[in-house]
């Protein structure tokens, strides 16, 4: 029997006590393992670099720069950046909303219980569904930053990669999307690939936003 190696971690957050209590409930499950710590975001950046978790726990305010530009430093730079979930107090926070359109992969809200943190940790890592779909939902109609005219990729989209990015939206893996669709999964695998691809974004969070700004949501 083959044993997955435990999904690495990192932990970003100027607070002591809320690194401490991160590590202690993951470092609790016998398939995770906090590997470092960073107090601000320059240390994040460093640390990542050296350490090439598979996921990062983000604080969005810290000292020196903050979640925001430390999680574009870090896509930015490592050819195979690891995923990022921003930890925030406020669901409905400006910087977190900001966090993602930088490419932060979902968030977490702190008042999280432990279930809660070690799954978002473990889809995070293993799946490719949208992390909390409503929540990003939520955030993206909120805060998007909308455009006068749909950008050009909306035009390009086939019928069928529009269906798709709307069931990413819904939080739909590629395996439901394909049962939704009555298609294979390599197809749907490769919708979702061209939707990344026209709509210029690194994942399915980054798509999901791009589609509300476009106002593609809202448009059938």
Known sequence: MTTCPPVRIVL???????????????????????????????????????????????DVRMPEIDGIRATEQILATLDDPPRIVVVTTFENDSYVY??????????????????ALVQAVRLIS??????????????????????RTPPPWVA???????????????GLTNAEIARRMEVGPATVKSHVA?????????DRTQAVIAAYEAGFMNAR
Request: zero cysteines; proline letters at 3%; glycine letters at 6%.
């Open 12 to 58: 970003a957050d100027d607070e002591r006590m809320v690194r401490t209590a991160l590590r202690a409930i993951l470092s609790a499950e016998p398939d995770l393992e906090v590997v470092g710590e960073a107090a601000t975001g320059a240390e994040a950046v460093s640390v990542v670099r050296e350490l090439r978790p598979d996921v990062v726990l983000m």
């Open 98 to 115: 900001d966090a993602l359109r930088a490419g932060a992969a979902g968030f977490l809200l702190k008042r999280s219980d432990a279930d």
């Open 126 to 147: 293993h799946t490719d569904t949208l992390l909390f779909p409503s929540a990003v939902r939520a955030l993206a109609a909120e805060h998007a930053r909308a455009y």
């Open 156 to 170: 390009r989209l086939t019928g069928r990669e529009s269906d798709v990015l709307r069931l990413m939206a819904q």
């Open 194 to 202: 061209a939707v990344l691809a026209k709509t210029g974004t690194r």
